[in-house]
T-cell receptor, first 112, second 118 residues
Framework: RKEVEQDPGPFNVPEGATVAFNCTYS??????FFWYRQDCRKEPKLLMSVYSSGNEDGRFTAQLNRASQYISLLIRDSKLSDSATYLC?????????????FGTGTRLQVTL | DAGVTQSPTHLIKTRGQHVTLRCSPI?????VSWYQQVLGQGPQFIFQYYEKEERGRGNFPDRFSARQFPNYSSELNVNALLLGDSALYLCASSRMTSGIAGGRGEQYFGPGTRLTVT
């Protein structure tokens, strides 16, 4: 079983749509959680941290369920510029190092 | 403020050769991590350095090594290159490693070095 699992997509949605991405992780000792965005042939960029209480940043809402080891990202009112790969990321602190483990990413294509 | 910088941007090497990749972290960040990203996959953790010491190592062979300098910049070295080492090598910077006294472990990535081994 992969440490972080995501649906690879692609998700093809029209502009203005709401789209949701899901992710599960296997290590219950994981301590912090993130969504990164990666454009084609570019580096990953931190989109937002994910908290158990849920958090929102503009059109983006992230949610964490520690009991189910499940993370989600909701994008409302999709824009063409949201087209990218969204990476679910889990941080495990080993006692000396912070090891980020990435999912394979979910590709989103927003169309006119 | 300048972000994470990496050099070179692109590199072409032949099998068996050695390569050195360089990274400068964000000013004020003391931790540097290295990741390998092959096409279609998420980045895979190689090393983390903090205060010039190796703090963590991923599941990579001994051909991979790294070091961190007093100015917190870092080098990743790969010996005896194989075709399978072709990938985007990413450097990430953070203030510190996370933990009880640390933060959540946010890491900020440089643009990467694209290595092609022929």
């Amino acid at each position: 079983r992969k440490e972080v699992e995501q649906d690879p997509g692609p998700f093809n949605v029209p502009e203005g749509a709401t789209v949701a991405f899901n992710c599960t992780y296997s290590n219950s000792a994981s301590q912090s959680f993130f969504w990164y965005r990666q454009d084609c042939r570019k580096e990953p960029k931190l989109l937002m941290s994910v908290y158990s209480s849920g958090n929102e940043d503009g059109r983006f809402t992230a949610q964490l369920n520690r009991a189910s080891q499940y993370i989600s990202l909701l994008i409302r009112d999709s824009k063409l510029s949201d087209s990218a790969t969204y990476l679910c990321v889990v941080n495990l602190y080993t006692g000396t190092a912070s090891k980020l483990t990435f999912g394979t990413g979910t590709r989103l294509q927003v169309t006119l | 403020d300048a972000g994470v910088t990496q050099s070179p941007t692109h590199l072409i090497k032949t099998r068996g050769q050695h390569v050195t990749l360089r990274c400068s972290p964000i000013s004020g960040h003391k931790s540097v991590s290295w990741y390998q990203q092959v096409l279609g996959q998420g980045p895979q953790f190689i090393f983390q350095y903090y205060e010039k010491e190796e703090r963590g190592r991923g599941n990579f062979p001994d051909r991979f090594s790294a070091r961190q300098f007093p100015n917190y910049s870092s080098e990743l070295n790969v010996n005896a290159l194989l075709l399978g080492d072709s990938a985007l090598y990413l450097c990430a910077s953070s203030r510190m490693t996370s933990g009880i006294a640390g933060g959540r472990g946010e890491q900020y990535f440089g643009p990467g070095t694209r290595l092609t081994v022929t």
